[in-house]
């Protein structure tokens, strides 16, 4: 008989897995508001969004106001 929470975990992993092959860095980031935005804009002056793709992949309010989100980006601008 399969260990189900192994099977489950293996299946998640592969999962995982699978995103980080699309050639993406992604970086995740929990910040107060004004932090995220600054950080945010950072990001994009450092990897420009025409050179690296780069976007915010993912974001959401946390209770309190802070905000956890992903910035996406390609590894270089070639």
Do not use: C, H
């Amino acid at each position: 008989m399969p260990n189900i929470p192994r099977d489950l975990a293996g299946r998640m992993a592969a999962r995982r897995d699978a995103r980080r092959a699309d050639g993406f860095v992604r970086e995740n980031f929990t910040l107060p508001r004004e932090n995220a935005r600054a950080t945010a804009r950072a990001f994009f002056d450092r990897f420009p969004k025409q050179a690296y793709m780069s976007e915010v992949e993912f974001w959401r309010e946390l209770p309190g106001g802070a905000i956890e989100f992903t910035m996406r980006r390609l590894p270089t601008a070639d």
